[in-house]
């Protein structure tokens, strides 16, 4: 009978692998960064490139030997889900001014995440942290928000891949999961098991990522060119990429309540203005265009805005 290859299914090949995921997705990362330049996105995206970065680290650690007990590679992991956290968290507090304080807070969710590590140095030096049941809860709250802010953009399926990945790489900090089992001793027979699951999940974070290179879609019913849904299309359609749904759906609530108040015969939908045939030019256009531009500048600079096409009213 034909046996697989040890070298091939080693532990230290598995864990080389998912490290280099790790890379591959922290490359894809750093081209988010460059585009959410100009918006309140921007510190997601250095979360997220951080987040990869010790990922890359936590599984070049386990490759190397360097990280080979449980009690380490647990609390190294859970240095990787806590940064994993931040993306999703610090899109919930996107909006101006209070989108540089709320950074603070992303970071002290970091350290209560981290609690866990730090008691158990200190009552059982050795020991796997005993992470409380509400903090994998919460674990698992802040994976499916991040997954939800995206999954109905263009980002979907790279989103959904990104969370299963995720998941996958958090298995042992899962709610009703026994986290010393997840990870072995690196010499032990069940280190295999344990780092080729590692590897699947790195592998689908990083197809994820690469999937963010592809271009985005666009709407279903694209607006005619020459038109007022096709002159705010690109801004608003960049927002929604960047952002994600749940600011997204704000901008339209506000947008549509002053449409409805001011009498203009359009609403703002998720793929655009509707209806897509609005001529250019006329009074409400102007209007209209102006509260699309505040709304949206309490996310975006004028840079950003200018980069996407926007066409400003210079007269206003």
Known sequence: MLQQSPALASPTTMWTVSCLAALVT???????????????AFPATLWALSACLVLALDTGLRASGMVSQPASAASLRLVTAALSMCPAMSLLGAKRPQHGV???????????????????????PGGVPDVHLLGRVFLVMLSLVGWMNFVTTSRGSAATLVTCGQLVVLRGLLPLVDSEPAFP??????????????????LLIAAGGLLTLLPTRGPNNPPSPGGFAASVAPAFLGFRETLGAAWTLRVMERFDAIATSRNWPCRLRFGGI???????????????RRALAALLRRFVSPEWLDRHEWRADRGG
């Open 274 to 288: 509707d209806p897509v045939d609005a001529p250019l030019d006329g009074p409400w256009q102007r209007d209209a």
């Open 102 to 124: 709320w950074q603070l807070i992303v970071a002290s969710l970091v350290m209560i995440l981290l609690l866990p590590v730090l008691a158990t140095t200190l009552a059982r």
């Open 26 to 40: 922290a490359g894809t990362v750093l081209r988010g960064v460059w585009a959410a330049r100009g918006s309140t």
């Open 185 to 202: 001793p690196t010499a032990s027979v069940s280190a295999t098991l344990a780092a080729s699951i590692d590897s699947i999940g790195c």
